[in-house]
T-cell receptor
Framework: GAGVSQSPSNKVTEKGKDVELRCDPI?????LYWYRQSLGQGLEFLIY????????KSGLPSDRFSAERTGGSVSTLTIQRTQQEDSAVYLC???????????FGPGTRLTVT | RKEVEQDPGPFNVPEGATVAFNCTYS??????FFWYRQDCRKEPKLLMS???SGNEDGRFTAQLNRASQYISLLIRDSKLSDSATYLC???????????FGAGTTVTVRA
């Protein structure tokens, strides 16, 4: 079946611009996670959705980052006024419910110039 | 202190060799443990769960030591295709959040 998909796969943007990253989870998965992975680093948790609710936004690095999920499916991560330190791979994962095995999408590689 | 710590490696081993590495976790309330595999520039994928009694999946053996709070992964008869970064992952009780280590890089050479 279809796995987690993310778009775009690559995004190059100028410092100060806003970007939107999209995640399509596996159909029926109620839990959705966003992570960030910088070069050579581990996964940094950003936010978790259970259905359309985000009970834990504690990982969002600043108020320039926001995320939403609609219809219990697609999620969008928005970064406003991008900075060079935002450059990283943004990974989305879904799970049948919170805490179980997570299935990752291929990621969006964001480069801020 | 990081919640999950791993030796970054790299572990460079010849084909057919055995390689083993550990990961330590700081939270004694951790209940579930996993090894994920991440190939270069790819997404992480679940390799295996780690059970209290230890478990094997083909050439891979995982062990858990709760007293010392570490998890190990052993790969026997290494293949070139085993070259990857292995991520140690820990979950607390009913918590939804997984905590990832930074990974241990293994390179198997011909």
């Amino acid at each position: 079946g279809a796995g987690v998909s993310q778009s775009p796969s690559n995004k190059v943007t100028e410092k100060g611009k806003d970007v939107e990253l999209r995640c399509d989870p596996i159909s029926g998965h109620t839990a959705l996670y966003w992570y960030r992975q910088s070069l050579g680093q581990g996964l940094e948790f950003l936010i978790y959705f259970q259905g359309n609710s985000a009970p834990d936004k504690s990982g969002l690095p600043s108020d320039r980052f926001s995320a939403e999920r609609t219809g219990g499916s697609v999620s969008t991560l928005t970064i406003q006024r991008t900075q060079q330190e935002d450059s990283a791979v943004y990974l989305c994962a879904s799970s049948p419910r919170g805490g179980l095995e997570q299935y990752f999408g291929p990621g969006t590689r964001l480069t801020v110039t | 202190r990081k919640e999950v710590e791993q030796d970054p490696g790299p572990f460079n081993v010849p084909e057919g060799a055995t390689v083993a590495f550990n990961c330590t976790y700081s939270n004694s309330a951790s209940q579930s443990f996993f090894w994920y595999r991440q190939d270069c520039r790819k997404e992480p994928k679940l390799l295996m769960s780690v059970y209290s009694s230890g478990n094997e999946d083909g050439r891979f053996t995982a062990q858990l030591n709760r007293a010392s709070q570490y998890i190990s992964l052993l790969i026997r008869d290494s293949k070139l295709s085993d070259s990857a970064t292995y991520l140690c992952v820990v979950k607390k009780g009913d918590d939804y959040k997984l905590s990832f280590g930074a990974g241990t890089t293994v390179t198997v050479r011909a």
